[in-house]
């Protein structure tokens, strides 16, 4: 099972932006606590930084036939992106969006993810470990999927 985690713009800066909302941790070691719970569960996992718009819709693309499903915080892209949302829908696999912050306690623009509409689900809230709920919610996804389509390919 391999999964892409793409990050948006200025979480290259956690650990030291506003850590009254964010916490202490950077984006280094929450990418490390990831991949040593993956590795621990038989998965690979990718990781991708990008300021630019149009680079996560190139990588989200670029995850067609190659992962298994993609985990996503696109930070301040959330609230404005049709085209990361399009880009997520095109793609048709399981998708989830994490945020460090509850974005429903931030402020009213904060509030509504566009990105959301294009996802399996959202977690929110829960600082860091957020990306290791959203682990564990893609591997049972993924093995959901992979269950029916193993039944279905039996059956016929």
Do not use: W
Not at 5 to 18: D, S, T
Not at 96 to 105: Q, R
Request: aromatic share 8%; with cysteine.
């Amino acid at each position: 099972m391999k999964i892409a985690v793409i990050q948006g713009p200025n979480l290259n800066m956690l650990g030291i932006r506003e850590q009254h909302i964010y916490g202490p941790m950077s984006l280094d070691q929450i990418h490390e606590q990831l991949k040593g719970a993956a590795a621990q569960n038989g998965v690979e996992v990718e990781f991708f930084f990008f300021f630019l718009e149009g680079e996560i819709v190139d990588r989200i693309q670029e995850c067609l036939g190659t992962v298994d499903g993609i985990m996503i915080n696109p930070a301040a892209y959330s609230h404005t992106s049709i085209a990361i949302k399009d880009a997520l829908s095109a793609v048709a696999m399981p998708v989830v969006e994490v945020h460090i912050s509850n974005i429903y306690k931030r402020e009213e623009f904060r509030q509504k993810s566009i990105t959301a509409g294009a996802s399996t689900g959202v977690i929110s809230g829960f600082g860091p470990f957020g990306y290791h709920m959203g682990l564990i919610a893609l591997m049972q996804i993924i093995t959901e999927i992979k269950a029916v389509s193993n039944a279905q390919q039996t059956a016929e």
